[in-house]
């Protein structure tokens, strides 16, 4: 993960079961994803444990563990990090101090930190705060509901990555309705990382899909 040229794929396992997380995640591994992450469904549904369960299935890859913390982000990180989280995501919506200490736990016990924008009103003015607070990576989030309601549009999206990743040096990921007619434009406007879910866990043959937006990504051209 630390030669960003390239963008990755990360997998996101928002499922209830750890048995279909874990199916999943070798199959996405299998086929070509970067990164795994036990989406916040799975750690609700299953505990923080469905973190590790996924660490030792995909032990050459980077796991996500989704919490969004909002609060108390030294123990929720250091949880994670004991739970064998190579990165663990921090909602942009928490107190500065929270992700301040997140950030510093997070160095403490070698793990990273993702600030997860779902919901945030000026994405901008944000990003550019949290640049300063030493965060690993910025994470801009259409959620599913925001989708439906019919808030934050791709287009928007696009032009919040591209001025976030042009003024700002933290890998920008994207996640939130993605699907193969936009992966090649949001990595153009600088995403280092496509994150998806449905589109993938729930395709009919995971592993065909991975290799299919694998091929996306890899032809996008910067």
């Given at each position: 993960?630390?030669?960003m040229?390239m963008?990755?794929?990360q997998?996101?396992?928002d499922?209830?079961?750890?048995?279909?997380?874990?199916?999943?995640?070798?199959m996405?591994r299998?086929?070509g994803?970067?990164?795994?992450?036990a989406?916040?469904?799975?750690?609700k549904s299953?505990?923080?444990?469905?973190?590790?369960?996924?660490?030792?299935?995909c032990k050459?890859?980077p796991?996500?563990?989704?919490m969004?913390?909002l609060?108390?982000g030294?123990?929720e990180v250091?949880m994670?990090?004991?739970n064998n989280?190579?990165?663990?995501?921090?909602?942009?919506?928490a107190?500065?101090?929270?992700?301040?200490d997140?950030?510093i736990t997070?160095r403490?016990h070698g793990?990273?930190?993702?600030?997860?924008f779902l919901?945030v009103?000026?994405p901008l003015?944000?990003?550019?705060d949290?640049?300063e607070?030493g965060?690993?990576?910025?994470c801009?989030?259409r959620?599913i509901?925001?989708?439906?309601?019919?808030?934050?549009?791709m287009?928007?999206?696009?032009k919040?990555?591209?001025?976030l990743s042009?003024s700002c040096?933290?890998?920008i990921?994207?996640?939130?309705?993605?699907?193969d007619?936009?992966?090649?434009?949001?990595?153009r406007?600088?995403?280092k990382?496509i994150v998806m879910?449905?589109?993938?866990t729930?395709s009919?043959?995971?592993g065909?899909?991975?290799k299919?937006?694998?091929?996306?990504?890899?032809?996008?051209?910067?």
């Amino acid at each position: 993960m630390d030669d960003m040229g390239m963008a990755l794929l990360q997998v996101a396992l928002d499922v209830v079961r750890v048995e279909d997380a874990i199916s999943i995640a070798i199959m996405a591994r299998e086929n070509g994803a970067d990164i795994i992450e036990a989406g916040t469904l799975l750690i609700k549904s299953a505990g923080i444990s469905s973190v590790k369960s996924i660490k030792e299935v995909c032990k050459d890859l980077p796991v996500v563990a989704d919490m969004k913390v909002l609060d108390n982000g030294a123990e929720e990180v250091e949880m994670a990090a004991r739970n064998n989280a190579d990165i663990v995501t921090v909602s942009a919506l928490a107190h500065d101090k929270t992700i301040l200490d997140a950030v510093i736990t997070a160095r403490n016990h070698g793990v990273k930190i993702m600030v997860d924008f779902l919901h945030v009103k000026d994405p901008l003015d944000r990003g550019m705060d949290l640049c300063e607070l030493g965060v690993d990576y910025i994470c801009i989030h259409r959620g599913i509901d925001a989708v439906r309601a019919g808030a934050m549009r791709m287009d928007e999206m696009i032009k919040v990555v591209k001025a976030l990743s042009g003024s700002c040096n933290v890998p920008i990921a994207v996640a939130g309705g993605i699907d193969d007619s936009n992966i090649c434009e949001l990595i153009r406007a600088g995403a280092k990382i496509i994150v998806m879910g449905s589109y993938i866990t729930k395709s009919a043959d995971v592993g065909r899909t991975v290799k299919w937006v694998r091929r996306f990504i890899d032809s996008a051209v910067v």
